[in-house]
């Protein structure tokens, strides 16, 4: 794996662990055992790392949900779900929950970066869960998308609740979000 990976990688992780406004690039350099300028040389400014790790899991997930598509709705959103899971077994939380309590202390930049993120991920659910409730593997009343804010805003904070409980509520909220929706 190449330096700017594993300055990406590590990035993530304390942004899912620590917070990102909790991490300095010394937190990089001493695991990695390279120098700050090592760093800067692949990521001039924390700004652009923080987009860069952003971009990066976009684009992860773009590629990990089209690789879904020959799966039934239900699987899909179990698939999803799945990246939840990971996440608590990890203990992290997701991205995009680390992210959005410092949310306004980001640059415009970082903040825009963020909500393509949360569109993305939401585009993706609200489609999933129309097809399902079309072909009836899905039932819910009300807007596929607003079922989608339900969904996602649930996945997040279980995993924070999760960590503050020091118990495994995912499993809990991820079963019920499932008995809410399935037909």
Same mark, same amino acid.
Request: hydrophobic fraction near 40%; glycine fraction near 6%; aromatic fraction near 10%.
């Given at each position: 794996m190449e330096t700017k990976d594993k300055i990406r990688n590590l990035a993530e992780e304390l942004i899912r662990?620590?917070?990102?406004?909790?991490?300095?690039?010394?937190d990089l350099s001493a695991p990695l055992k390279i120098k700050n300028a090592a760093i800067h040389y692949h990521f001039p400014s924390k700004e %652009?790392?923080?987009?860069? %790790?952003?971009?990066?899991? %976009?684009?992860?997930?773009?590629?990990?949900?089209?690789?879904?598509?020959?799966?039934s709705e239900?699987?899909?959103?179990?698939?999803?779900?799945?990246?939840?899971?990971?996440?608590?077994?990890?203990?992290m939380v997701c991205l995009m929950g680390s992210l959005a309590p410092d949310f306004e202390t980001l640059?415009?930049?970082?903040?825009?970066?963020?909500?393509r993120m949360s569109r993305v991920i939401l585009d993706w659910l609200t489609a999933c869960l129309e097809q399902g409730r079309t072909k009836q593997v899905f039932q819910f009343k009300g807007e596929a998308s607003d079922r989608a804010l339900v969904l996602i805003s649930s996945?997040?904070?279980?995993?924070?609740?999760?960590? %503050?409980?020091?118990t495994d509520l995912y499993s809990r909220i991820r079963q019920q979000l499932l008995s809410d929706i399935l037909a």
């Open positions: 662990t620590k917070g990102y406004n909790a991490f300095s690039y010394a %652009v790392l923080g987009a860069s %790790v952003i971009e990066e899991m %976009v684009l992860g997930f773009q590629q990990l949900s089209s690789s879904w598509s020959d799966q239900k699987e899909q959103i179990e698939l999803f779900m799945d990246i939840y899971r990971n996440s608590y077994e990890k203990g640059s415009p930049a970082m903040q825009a970066q963020i909500q996945l997040i904070s279980s995993l924070s609740l999760s960590r %503050v409980q020091q």
